[in-house]
């Protein structure tokens, strides 16, 4: 996916924009997903003249644009992600109760 997106945005003269940019517009993309949560699950139902919006494609906005973070600050997700889970693994091994099969 980093590839990808590395490949979508390297044919611009502008490339990526600055980190600072970058989490604003995480943070809004983020945003429009509670929205549509707080829409679909939440206390809040769209009005009647509001279009239906769809979570898997605000998740995919997120997604793109936190790989456009990473990729700005040349961080491999892949191995962020390992270094996560090792450290959810190692302290949270014991937090919440196992399902028993």
Same mark, same amino acid.
């Given at each position: 996916m980093q590839g990808r997106?590395?490949?979508?945005?390297?044919? +611009? @003269? @502008?490339?990526? +924009?600055?980190? &600072?940019?970058?989490?604003l517009r995480l943070a809004e993309?983020?945003? @429009?997903? &509670? #929205? @549509?949560?707080?829409h679909r699950f939440g206390m809040k139902p769209k009005r009647p003249d509001e279009a239906e919006g769809s979570v898997e494609i605000e998740l995919g906005d997120c997604l793109f644009v936190l790989i456009s973070? &990473?990729?700005?600050?040349d961080? #491999?997700?892949?191995? &962020? +992600?390992?270094a996560v889970m090792e450290k959810f693994q190692t302290r949270d091994a014991d937090r919440w109760t196992r399902k028993h099969s």
């Open positions: 997106v590395d490949g979508w945005i390297d044919q +611009f @003269e @502008e490339g990526y +924009f600055p980190p &600072a940019i970058i989490m993309e983020v945003g @429009e997903l &509670a #929205r @549509e949560i707080n973070l &990473a990729n700005s600050l961080i #491999r997700l892949d191995d &962020a +992600f390992m």
